[in-house]
C-alpha cells in the first residue's frame, strides 16, 4: 500500500473519532434545571409580590445556600417557584419533603395538587393557600423539591426559638423625672455594656418592650440583681409587674417603686426570669467614683486616677466657656484654654490643635464647653435629645488622630455645646480604654 493511501485512510479514521466525540459531547450536554429559582417565606396574609423580580437576569439558583428564613417553632410556609422558561415542555414534582440537616430527617409534605404540572417560565406559590407546619425541633432544615428520585430544587430555613422579649433598658429613678426605656437597644433582650452608673443609695427602673412575635401574653416568674464578681444573686420584691405583657407591649417595670441598687460597689445584672429561664438581663454599674456636676446635671463614671474640674471658666473670652472637664493624669484644675499667639495685637487662638498641645505625652482629656454668639431667630439648630454621647460619637482608639483633638458641636437646651475628645498617641491601651468607658458612662441628667 502506497504511503499516500495509508495517509488518506489514518484521516479519514481520525475524522470519524471526531465525529463520534462530537456526537458524544452533543449527547451528553446538561439540560436546563427545570427549576430556575426557589424561594422559602413564612406564611403571612398578604403574598410578596414581586419576589422573581428581575430573577431572569440573574444565573439559575435552584439550591441557594443561605439561609432564607428564621422561623419559630407553630410558624408555616411556603415556598416561591420560578420554573425554567427553556424547559421544552410542562413539568410535575413528585413530592415535597422537609430535610432536617441536624438530624438527617426527611418527612413529605404537601397534596398532590401542589405538584404539577407548571408550564415552562411560570411563577407559582405553592402551599400559600394551605401553608406546611415547620418541625418543632430547632435547627436548621431544607425544603426539597423532587422529580422522581431527584432533588430539582431546595431551600434552607432555620427553626429557632425566639426571645420573648424583644430589649430592655434600666433607668436610675429621680424624683419628678418623666418616665424613660433607657438606653434600648431592638432585637438586645441581654445587652452587654453597662447601661447606668449609679451610687449606694440609687434606685432604678426597667423599660421593657415585649416581642410582638409572641403567640401569646407572657408572664416574668420573677426579678433578680446578679453580683458578676461574686455570683450572689437577690431576689428582687415586686406586687404586680409580673406581667401578664401582650405580644409588642411597651412597658416600665418597678417605676412607682423602684429597686434600691447594693450598697457593695461592683457590676450588677438586673435578670428577669420565665420559669428557670433568663429571658432578659440589663448591666448597671454600682460605684463611689461617680462624678455628679448640680450645675450642668451631668455625670459620668470617673475612672481611678483621674481628675474632675467644673466651671464656669473662661477659656477664650468672651466665646468659649468651660462647663466641665476630665484628665487622665489627675491634675485638679486643668482646662485647655486659648493660646496668645500675637503679641501685638493681643489675638488669641483656640483650636483642635492648641487643645491637643496642651495634653502631656501619654494623657487624655475631655471637655464640655459652652460657644457663646448671637441667637437663632428664624430657624433654630436641632436639639441634641439623647441623654448620652451615643449620638456624637463611636468608641474607638483616639490615638488616631493624632496632633488634633476631635471637636463636636452641638446643641441643647437652646445653647451651643462643643464635645472636645483628645487622647495623646503615647498613651497606653488602658487609658484608652478608660477613656471610651467615661464617655459611654457620661449621662445628662436634664
Known sequence: MSHSKSRSIVIIGLILAISLVLIQVAGCSKAPPPVYFIQVFKARPVLPPSFAEGIWIMPPNPNPEHVQEVLNPGDKIYIGLVINRENKENITFSKYTIFGRDTGQEIEVGVPGELGPFEPGRIAEVAFDNPWAVPEQLGIYELRVYMGDEVVASAVFEVKKHDPIDSIGVSRARPGDPPSLGQIEPKTPHPDFVQEVLSPGDKIYLGLVINDENKEAITFSKYTFYEKA?????????????????????????????????????????????????????????????????????????????????????????????????????????????????????????????????????????????????????????????????????????????????????????????????????????????????????????
Open 230 to 446: 461574686t455570683g450572689r444573686e437577690l431576689v428582687l420584691e415586686t406586687t404586680d409587674d409580673l406581667g401578664p405583657f401582650q405580644p409588642g407591649q411597651i412597658t416600665l417595670i418597678a417605676f412607682d417603686h423602684p429597686w434600691p441598687v447594693p450598697e457593695q460597689p461592683g457590676i450588677y445584672e438586673v435578670r428577669i426570669y420565665m420559669g428557670n429561664d433568663i429571658v432578659a438581663s440589663a448591666l448597671f454599674l454600682v460605684t463611689c467614683n461617680r462624678f455628679y456636676s448640680d450645675k450642668y446635671d451631668i455625670e459620668v463614671q470617673l475612672p481611678s486616677g483621674w481628675a474632675a474640674v467644673e466651671g464656669p471658666e473662661n477659656l477664650v473670652l468672651p466665646r468659649y466657656e468651660g462647663l466641665v472637664a476630665f484628665n487622665s493624669w489627675g491634675q485638679d484644675d486643668f482646662w485647655a484654654r486659648g493660646v496668645n499667639y500675637d503679641t501685638d495685637t493681643h489675638s488669641i487662638i483656640y483650636s483642635p490643635y492648641v487643645v491637643a498641645a496642651q495634653v502631656p505625652n501619654g494623657g487624655a482629656y475631655v471637655a464640655l464647653v459652652e460657644i457663646s454668639g448671637p441667637p437663632y431667630i428664624n430657624h433654630p439648630p436641632p436639639e441634641y435629645e439623647l441623654g448620652d454621647l451615643s449620638g456624637l460619637y463611636q468608641p474607638h482608639d483616639w490615638r488616631e488622630v493624632g496632633a488634633s483633638a476631635c471637636f463636636k458641636t452641638f446643641y441643647r437646651n437652646g445653647i451651643q455645646l462643643q464635645l472636645e475628645i483628645y487622647c495623646h498617641p503615647d498613651a497606653s491601651d488602658e487609658t484608652v480604654t478608660e477613656l471610651n468607658d467615661l464617655l459611654r458612662s457620661w449621662r445628662f441628667v436634664r
